[in-house]
């Protein structure tokens, strides 16, 4: 059992969470736009000044390992590691498709989602990647994956087999909405990412000392980033 701070930046929004024992104490996050930098280390400090402690208090460092955005991921991962290595203490990676499926659970155990059958159900988090392009896993109610998390490019055809009368298919997270107007027989739901979620999976991660190599941890990525020129000149 810790305090654990949890981060997670791999896509527009900036999401901070303080937990103690797997109970969630503090939430500070924004969607406003990929200012990541500025926000994580504010809201790192509010949260820990709201609940009067210290950093030098934390028990682990959670981060949201991906995939997602290579700028969003890349700044979540630096700040997490420079906290964990300056602390002497551990750092949990924890998927951001299963975070987002933590949230899906949640809400429905709070009567916010309607799902006529959880447990036969098949659950699509989606994170945009742009284009017509998402980065997905298929889940099962419990979590478990019926798929490998991939780059899918979205089409009429994908996940044909899930997806048909009778069969429910449901499809969150930030390339969710997109995909609603390709998927048919697909229900979708406003669930985006959220340090939240990542609450109890990191206690788990925690309690099981599965915690990753600080010096050579990497998220995510998916895609390699590329840098593009500008084609137009200027002068």
């Known amino acids: ?26 939430l500070r996050e924004s969607s406003s736009g990929r200012d990541h930098a500025k926000r994580v280390a504010v809201y790192t400090d509010e949260i820990l000044h709201e609940n009067g402690t210290h950093a030098q208090d934390l028990s682990a ?25 300056g602390l002497g203490i551990p750092l949990l990676g924890v998927g951001s498709l299963d975070s987002m499926m933590e949230i899906i659970r949640e809400e429905y155990a709070a ?6 059958n959880p447990t036969s159900a098949v659950f699509c988090p989606m994170i945009d990647a742009r284009r017509m392009e998402v980065y997905t896993q298929l889940l099962g109610w419990d979590g478990n994956p019926l798929s490998n998390v991939h780059a ?3 089409t009429e055809n994908s ?10 298919f449901i499809i969150f997270g930030s390339g969710a909405k997109k995909a609603s107007e390709t998927l048919a027989y697909s229900k979708y739901m406003e669930i985006i990412p959220s340090a939240r979620g990542m609450v109890r ?18 998220p995510l990525y998916l895609k390699d980033f590329i840098v593009t020129t500008q084609k137009k000149k200027l002068f």
């Open 1 to 26: 059992m810790g305090l654990i701070l949890n981060i997670e930046t791999g896509t527009d929004v900036c999401s901070v969470a303080l937990a103690n024992n797997g109970t969630l104490l503090s």
């Open 159 to 168: 996940f044909i087999q899930y997806r048909g009368e009778g069969k429910e």
């Open 201 to 218: 999976l990191s206690e788990e991660l925690y309690n099981k000392k599965q915690f990753e190599d600080t010096a050579y941890f990497e």
């Open 61 to 85: 460092i959670s981060v949201s390992k991906g995939p997602g955005s290579y700028t969003g991921l890349r700044i979540g991962v630096s700040f997490a590691k420079g906290l964990s290595y």
């Open 111 to 116: 009567g916010l989602l309607e799902i006529d």
């Open 152 to 154: 899918e490019i979205l």
